[in-house]
């Protein structure tokens, strides 16, 4: 059975509940402010969002702070051990791993600068193994980024992924530091 509340400035509003057997409770906080209804125009903002919500869940930003020995032929995890941020503390700067606290579907992005040679790749690994790979071929001597991205799902307990390159060279290249030559990125795009 309908309930309406009338204003005093003449209208009103009326709670209708669906006609089934369970019963259902709506809180109202606490505070004052706005209830936002799908039909509402008011704004919801990140404030709004619980912690685990896409927008406001975990990122981070983290990137080579010196230069590291690539060999040939060799996958190679790059040391990515300076961290621009870490909404969450959930990048481990010695493991060079994310591991995030909230189960969903990440946004995953890295790219390494290696000069010289004629072949580089940059790959993401989850839990191990490789899953996205972004390779590049240049003229020898000259100094090119790698970049690879992909969405991932991580399950917010165990699951984590790693930045590697690779280089064929014929001989040992050097990854290039810096945060805008070898660097690691991701966020929560969508929670599970």
């Known amino acids: 059975m309908p309930v309406k509340l009338n204003s005093s400035g003449g209208g009103s509003v009326t709670l209708d509940v669906p006609s089934t057997a369970n019963n259902f409770t709506a ?3 606490a505070n004052t402010g706005t209830v936002v209804t799908t039909g509402s125009t008011a704004a919801v ?3 709004m969002l619980a912690a685990g919500v896409a927008g406001n869940g975990p990122a981070f930003s983290a990137y080579l702070g ?3 020995s690539i060999s ?5 995890k790059l040391n990515l051990n300076i961290e621009t941020f870490d909404t969450d503390g959930r990048f481990d700067n010695s493991l060079y791993r994310f591991t995030p606290n909230v189960a969903g579907y990440y946004f995953v992005t890295g790219s390494s600068t290696i000069p010289g040679g004629d072949y580089a790749s940059v790959y993401i690994y ?8 972004g390779i590049v071929g240049a003229a020898a001597n000259s100094p090119y980024g790698v970049n690879v991205c992909g969405l991932v ?3 917010g307990t165990t699951d984590y992924v790693e930045l590697y390159a690779y280089q064929a060279s014929g ?4 990854a290039s530091a810096g945060a805008n ?3 690691f990125d991701g966020f929560l795009a969508r929670a599970a």
């Open 27 to 29: 809180t109202i906080p």
């Open 45 to 47: 903002t990140q404030g």
């Open 66 to 68: 010196s230069g590291q």
């Open 72 to 76: 040939n032929n060799v996958f190679t």
């Open 126 to 133: 989850k839990n191990g193994s490789l899953i996205k790979s």
């Open 153 to 155: 799902y991580m399950n």
């Open 171 to 174: 001989g040992s290249r050097t």
């Open 181 to 183: 030559l070898t660097y």
